[in-house]
């Protein structure tokens, strides 16, 4: 069973101080780093990402997808919000597949929780991304003291002469 992790873009960026800040000078580089925190994310996750940003007013879009990072970016077509493509999507997804859903909307929300999949608000998500972010530099750390070690860095030949030596001792 694959999962999934559906992210309402432009509600994850407003809602996210520092999305927020950034999307105050730059929208397309808010959106940019959004995807690249959901590359390193995902990959810890072990969950498909696909992040969805409204188009429904910019004149004559077109519904676009892309693969950047490994992560699903799709821009939705004009008339059509980020809400209702969520919508649209989640029944198939749900058939075989777990789905989770993050945004603060909280009618879409009660629609996800009545398609099967399940809902996280924004700040639970900040959560679990900081959380999630905390162990991977936890274990980072762990791994490079573990290779500062003096015996992790000596041939293995040499290390078991050492150990013979300090046994005679």
Same mark, same amino acid.
């Given at each position: 069973?694959?999962?999934?992790?559906i992210?309402?873009?432009y509600?994850?960026i407003?809602?996210?101080?520092?999305?927020?800040?950034?999307?105050?000078?730059?929208?397309e580089?808010?959106?940019?780093?959004l995807?690249? &925190? &959901?590359? @390193?994310?995902?990959?810890?996750?072990k969950?498909? #990402?696909?992040?969805v940003?409204?188009?429904? *007013? #910019?004149?004559?879009s &077109?519904?676009?997808k @892309?693969k950047?990072?490994?992560?699903?970016?799709?821009?939705?077509?004009?008339?059509?919000?980020a809400?209702?493509y969520?919508e649209?999507?989640? +029944?198939? *997804?749900t058939?075989?597949n777990r789905v989770?859903?993050v945004?603060?909307?909280?009618? @879409?929300?009660? &629609?996800?929780?009545g398609?099967?999949?399940?809902?996280?608000?924004?700040?639970?998500?900040?959560?679990?991304?900081?959380?999630?972010? =905390?162990?991977?530099? %936890?274990k980072?750390?762990? *791994?490079?003291q573990? %290779?500062d070690?003096?015996?992790n860095?000596?041939d +293995?030949?040499?290390?078991? =002469?050492l150990? =013979?030596?300090r046994?005679?001792?």
């Amino acid at each position: 069973m694959k999962e999934y992790l559906i992210l309402d873009g432009y509600n994850i960026i407003n809602a996210w101080d520092k999305l927020k800040h950034i999307a105050q000078q730059s929208l397309e580089e808010a959106r940019e780093q959004l995807v690249e &925190m &959901m590359a @390193e994310f995902q990959a810890s996750k072990k969950a498909d #990402v696909i992040i969805v940003f409204d188009a429904h *007013l #910019v004149k004559a879009s &077109m519904e676009k997808k @892309e693969k950047v990072k490994n992560v699903e970016v799709v821009y939705t077509k004009e008339r059509e919000t980020a809400d209702s493509y969520i919508e649209k999507i989640i +029944p198939e *997804l749900t058939k075989r597949n777990r789905v989770m859903v993050v945004t603060n909307d909280w009618t @879409e929300q009660q &629609m996800i929780l009545g398609s099967g999949a399940t809902r996280l608000s924004v700040r639970e998500f900040i959560l679990d991304y900081d959380a999630t972010k =905390k162990a991977i530099q %936890k274990k980072t750390e762990d *791994l490079r003291q573990e %290779k500062d070690y003096l015996s992790n860095r000596i041939d +293995p030949s040499v290390l078991e =002469k050492l150990e =013979k030596f300090r046994r005679r001792s």
